[in-house]
């Protein structure tokens, strides 16, 4: 049983900076530090693993902890400050501050699942570009300033951290500034109808051969992360690479969404067999992970683009590969051993341990043991989305299979995979030699 004692140094409490006493199970102990993130509105612990790059070590004497606790609020406070004069135009516009609020509230009811990605972009960037860098109070004439504002978020910079804003989260900026312009017409506020134009799709969410993760690797960091003892993770991965799920999604599969057999969609099945592709078994999946309560309950949210968990939305996904199929199947088992009556298998998480923050940081690990680039979680889904496209050249099944609404998206996956296929060509041949080898 861990232990921790709980230490209040002599700190401004609006910070909410503070440090604890942690022991290891081998009886040595360390300090860990947490702070409250205004961002995401709660406090958070700094990992051994952050705090190590971060102070460049372990901290475990208490006076090097109470001078790492000096520089760690002293960094949370400025970041603090920083935030708060992007928002000075709530101080000096009182008027705008009221609508933004009545906006949010408005937001919650119509976009439940994404209204604080609309509002933390309306303030941050939209009012914080007019009234403040503009000082345009006068609503009628905004329009007049769209392309001063399309080109400001060419170089805007993130809120926290460091660089530009990608093309994705600037098309955000311009959605929150549009469904705010349509709230406030339909206050009266404002009577026309311009509304700002959004960056090209072509620019948004590019990808390149970097993002795409080649089998090899994956069996590389699937094989490193059990060799850690990191089996949830190994599975977790080897799981997202095929089925091209995103983290949110696949965390939410069950012992309920696992199925053997044939797969019951005509039309999916047909599609199959056009492409030669077998599989063992097949997920159903309604929905991304929303809550666990107390009692061990699981509640869904819709997947993204969706306003509501409804049948037709409803992914099925083959496992096609027979490794996955039967870590699958052992893990169905264990977690199925040990529901409670008052569960049922929709209940029973096949991966409830994987931890967003943790599971991360034990991929990061992985990665750099076998000394291969770094590629997040979610080059797994783009990974599943190039192949499936570039040896299918189907949209449809690609659009099934991935849940993916836009044929644009897929076809940049197409034009991704040909260049895969040209590297791999250069490379077979590089140095006018044929680098091929006999196989046992």
């Not at 996955?324 to 169905?332: E, G, I, M, R, Y």
């Amino acid at each position: 049983m861990f232990g921790f004692t709980l230490v209040n140094p002599p700190i401004r409490r609006d910070t909410k900076v503070k440090y604890e006493r942690r022991e290891n199970a081998n009886g040595s102990h360390y300090y860990r530090f947490s702070f409250y993130d205004s961002k995401i509105k709660k406090q958070t612990h700094l990992t051994k693993a952050e705090v190590r790059k971060r102070f460049g070590r372990d901290i475990v004497d208490e006076d090097d902890a109470r001078e790492c606790l000096k520089l760690l609020a002293a960094k949370v406070e400025s970041e603090k400050i920083r935030v708060q004069r992007r928002l000075e135009w709530q101080d000096k516009y009182y008027s705008f501050a009221k609508l933004a609020d009545l906006y949010e509230e408005k937001q919650k009811k119509k976009a439940p699942n994404s209204w604080q990605n609309n509002c933390f972009y309306l303030r941050h960037y939209v009012l914080f570009f007019f009234l403040q860098k503009q000082k345009i109070n006068l609503l009628d004439l905004w329009a007049d300033h769209f392309e001063k504002f399309t080109t400001w978020l060419e170089t805007a910079q993130k809120i926290r951290g460091k660089g530009v804003i990608a093309y994705a989260s600037k098309n955000h900026a311009i959605k929150a500034l549009n469904t705010f312009l349509d709230h406030l017409e339909a206050e009266r506020a404002i009577t026309f109808s311009q509304r700002c134009p959004a960056f090209p799709e072509y620019l948004l969410y590019s990808r390149t051969i970097d993002d795409v993760v080649l089998p090899q690797e994956m069996e590389q960091i699937y094989e490193e992360l059990k060799s850690r003892g990191f089996r949830t993770e190994a599975i977790f991965y080897r799981f997202l690479y095929f089925s091209g799920m995103r983290f949110n999604e696949a965390a939410a599969i069950s012992v309920g969404d696992l199925f053997q057999g044939v797969i019951a969609s005509e039309f999916l099945k047909n599609k199959l067999n056009a492409y030669n592709i077998d599989y063992f078994g097949y997920i159903v999946a309604d929905g991304q992970l929303g809550k666990v309560d107390v009692f061990g309950r699981v509640t869904r949210s819709p997947f993204k683009g969706r306003k509501k968990i409804e049948e037709k939305y409803n992914r099925v996904l083959p496992i096609i590969d027979k490794i996955l199929w039967n870590d699958l199947v052992d893990v169905a088992g264990e977690v199925h051993e040990n529901m409670r009556r008052d569960q049922t298998p929709r209940d029973c998480l096949l991966f409830r341990s994987i931890n967003d923050s943790t599971s991360t940081v034990r991929l990061m690990e992985a990665y750099r043991s076998r000394k291969l680039k770094w590629r997040p979680w979610h080059c797994l889904r783009h990974s599943r989305a190039t192949y499936l496209i570039g040896q299918t050249s189907d949209a449809m099944l690609a659009r099934i299979w991935l849940g993916q609404s836009s044929p644009r998206t897929l076809e940049k996956y197409n034009h991704l995979y040909q260049a895969i296929t040209r590297a791999a060509k250069a490379t077979a041949t590089s140095g006018g030699t044929l680098n091929l080898k006999r196989v046992d």
